[in-house]
């Protein structure tokens, strides 16, 4: 399984946004009318500032999923050789 998973909407939010890649839209709006009045309450206290009003169509998500098997020890990638049956973990 890779964990990603996308979500596409049925209903779409907006978002009215000024291009700053170091913060993200904080708002969802329910409607384009609403977006687009709040970016206009947004310009007006930025003048010169550009806003974009979004619309979500789909959401991406990845969660990593562990390792089936932790790292063996004395390095990654290193695999060591199935003890005999019977063994109780000694000297190999």
Do not use: C
């Not at 700053?20 to 206009?40: G, H, K, M, S, V």
């Amino acid at each position: 399984m890779s964990g990603m998973t996308i979500t596409h909407r049925d209903q779409f939010a907006f978002m009215a946004w000024r291009r700053n890649p170091e913060r993200d839209p904080r708002f969802r709006l329910q409607t384009e009318d609403e977006a687009l009045a709040e970016a206009e309450r947004l310009a007006r206290q930025r003048p010169g500032s550009t806003y974009i009003v979004m619309r979500e169509i789909a959401r991406v998500t990845f969660d990593s999923v562990p390792a089936a098997h932790a790292p063996a020890a004395g390095g990654a990638g290193r695999r060591l050789s199935p003890l005999p049956s019977g063994s109780k973990g000694g000297a190999r």
